[in-house]
């Protein structure tokens, strides 16, 4: 494992109870963050920061329960956070996968959900902590997109729809950001074999491993060190940049 610099920072990471964001949270600890997990699943969230903790004696890891698709738990959860240490990163990892059908067969419910949790939330968690990190003039946000935002998969428009938005999203705040010592970047992974399989069906999974040509799915571990990377001060030149993670799938 190359070593990767967070001496006392402070990482938030959505989604951090499971899959890809329990990894970043582990490799940011690996790279002496302390970090603070966001979920809405107090339960597996507080179980996840145990193991995090077991796995890394005398790290501080914090939990604090929020619902990204609701502005009003993002602001409570950013005032709770910040009171707890100034935050340096900020990797919005929640998200959902939605039903795999046909845009003509797609529930309107279920597109809202979507919308809900993959872009209006990533949205709330990104104006909320924007404002904290320019106000210190230091700051790292890293967008977990995916590569269905740059090709548009069959059968998941509403997830594609999604992360494509938050590829523009990530665009436009970093370049709004520029002039500060404020990065924001996105990362577009292929599929990587974590508990969001769980919401697809087999064939929508074996259409993404058809197309990627190293003709395997990403791992977690792999993911977490591009990102943790990229919430360093190492990162300084890069903003409003999109990073492939797709096995060759994608690579524009």
Request: hydrophobic content about 45%; glycine content about 10%; aromatic content about 6%.
């Amino acid at each position: 494992m190359n070593q990767l610099d967070m001496k006392g920072r402070h990482g938030v990471i959505t989604g951090g109870a499971t899959g890809l964001g329990f990894a970043i949270a582990q490799r940011m600890l690996a790279s002496g963050a302390r970090v603070t997990l966001w979920d809405r699943d107090v339960q597996g969230m507080n179980k996840a920061a145990a193991q995090l903790i077991a796995g890394h004696p005398g790290a501080v890891v914090n939990c604090v329960e929020v619902d990204v698709s609701q502005h009003d738990s993002v602001v409570q959860a950013t005032q709770t956070t910040v009171a707890l240490a100034a935050v340096d990163a900020l990797v919005n990892c929640a998200g959902i996968t939605g039903p795999n059908v046909k845009v003509w067969d797609y529930p309107v419910d279920a597109w809202r959900e979507v919308m809900d949790v993959n872009l209006n939330g990533l949205f709330y968690c990104c104006r909320e902590l924007s404002a904290h990190m320019r106000g210190r003039e230091f700051g790292r946000i890293v967008n977990i997109a995916s590569v269905a935002g740059k090709d548009g998969n069959p059968n998941a428009s509403a997830y594609s729809a999604s992360k494509a938005a938050v590829i523009a999203l990530t665009k436009s705040l970093g370049k709004e950001l520029a002039d500060t010592g404020v990065r924001v970047n996105c990362v577009t992974p292929a599929a990587v074999k974590t508990a969001i399989f769980d919401q697809m069906t087999p064939e929508h999974i074996q259409f993404m491993l058809s197309k990627i040509p190293m003709g395997r799915f990403g791992q977690p571990e792999e993911i977490a060190a591009m990102v943790t990377w990229l919430c360093t001060e190492d990162c300084s030149f890069s903003t409003g940049a999109v990073f492939d993670l797709s096995g060759g799938r994608s690579t524009y």
